[in-house]
């Protein structure tokens, strides 16, 4: 059973330009939560995607969007990247109707902006 | 708006003995869940233990347990007999217990670097 990949594991970018990450979510899970982890920080909410519409959004700016495809995959996107997003964005993958606060975790995808 | 404070950035303990990891947090609200989860070097954010905040009952998982103090709004881990496998940050973290969808919003707390000295 294949639990919650993400790609790429590492990429580089120059500030002003535009990224794309991708999640797929663990068999079965129907939701998609983004959160972005700055060194040495917690991770932040970005926003969760279900039924291909976002559900909740925390506090970032309109440069970060999402979308969900109808096989629950997601990406986030980041456009006119600033050196502060430089972070670890992970994904998290649940059940609609599941365990509360059950998340499924992916191992990240390590954003370095120059 | 909640907050979780980790004021511990790092800890160590022996192996096999026993180490408690401090966590508090501010809300308004009287129904949510508390976590604590473990991000090893792999970065995979792992579910150590869940704890309701209507049940009084502490959460126990294993070598796992909380101390959940719902009036000093405290909720500390406690590792049982350390095992080199428990090096990791961990993280606490809140939810709200609204039980409507598209509120599964976690809110974490900066993080405790475990360190196991063999």
């Known amino acids: 059973d294949a639990g919650v990949t993400q790609s790429p594991t590492h990429l580089i970018k120059t500030r002003g330009q535009q990224v794309t990450l991708r999640c797929s979510p663990k068999?079965?899970?129907?939701?998609v939560s983004w959160y972005q982890q700055a060194l040495g920080q917690g991770p932040q909410f970005i926003f969760q995607?279900?039924?291909?519409?976002?559900?909740q959004r925390g506090n970032f700016p309109d440069r970060f969007s999402g979308h969900q495809f109808p096989n629950y995959s997601s990406e986030l996107n980041v456009n006119a990247l600033l050196l502060g997003d430089s972070a670890l964005y992970l994904c998290?993958?649940?059940f609609g109707t599941g365990r509360i606060g059950e998340l499924f975790f992916g191992e990240g995808s390590r954003l370095t902006v120059l | 708006a909640q907050t979780v404070t980790q004021s511990q950035p790092e800890m160590s303990v022996q192996e096999a003995e026993t180490v408690t990891l401090s966590c508090t947090y501010d809300?308004?609200?009287?129904?949510?869940?508390l976590f604590w989860y473990k991000q090893p070097p792999s970065r995979q954010m792992i579910l150590v233990i869940r704890?309701?905040?209507?049940?009084?009952q502490n959460a126990t998982e294993n070598r796992f347990s909380v101390n959940f103090q719902k009036a000093a709004k405290s909720f500390s881990l406690k590792i049982s007999d350390s095992q080199l496998g428990d090096a990791a940050m961990y993280f606490c973290?809140?939810?709200?217990?609204?039980?409507?969808?598209?509120?599964?919003?976690?809110?974490f707390g900066t993080g405790t670097r475990l360190t196991i000295i063999p």
């Open positions: 998290a993958s649940s």
């Open positions: 068999s079965g899970h129907d939701t």
């Open positions: 995607y279900y039924e291909e519409e976002e559900r």
């Open positions: 809300t308004s609200e009287s129904d949510y869940y």
């Open positions: 704890q309701e905040a209507y049940k009084q």
């Open positions: 973290a809140y939810r709200r217990g609204d039980p409507n969808f598209g509120n599964e919003k976690l809110t």
